[in-house]
């Protein structure tokens, strides 16, 4: 069973920066591209960036150049750096393999909270 812990998310202000992080518990996880979704209540969660195993970066269009995905192999841990913050960026952000595999699930995820 794969264990996905998110944190470093909280409150910032509109224009600031947080910068949250994933660590998974799976030993090969080199060989996945890892994902940062996010979902606020009553949508669908979504997919804002994702990185290959050896760090290709891909963005969805509303966070492209604002955001910036990184990973390190060796703490199999992943990484969002949020710049430019926005209300409408205020969602639980969680950390997942793209496309998500079906053994696994998700993690308790951190709050972002964009407001002044």
């Known amino acids: 069973q794969v264990q996905l812990v998110e944190s470093g998310g909280g409150l910032v202000q509109p224009g600031g920066s947080l910068r949250i992080s994933c660590s998974a518990s799976?030993?090969?996880?080199?060989?996945?591209?890892m994902g940062w979704y996010r979902q606020v209540p009553g949508k669908q969660r979504e997919l804002v960036a994702w990185i290959t195993g050896n760090g290709n970066t891909n963005y969805a269009d509303s966070v492209k150049g604002r955001f910036t995905i990184s990973r390190d192999n060796a703490k199999r841990s992943v990484y969002l750096q949020m710049d430019s913050l926005k209300p409408e960026n205020s969602a639980v952000y969680f950390c997942n393999a793209s496309p998500k595999p079906s053994s696994w699930g998700w993690g308790q995820g951190t709050q972002v909270t964009v407001s002044s």
């Open positions: 799976i030993s090969i996880f080199r060989i996945y591209t």
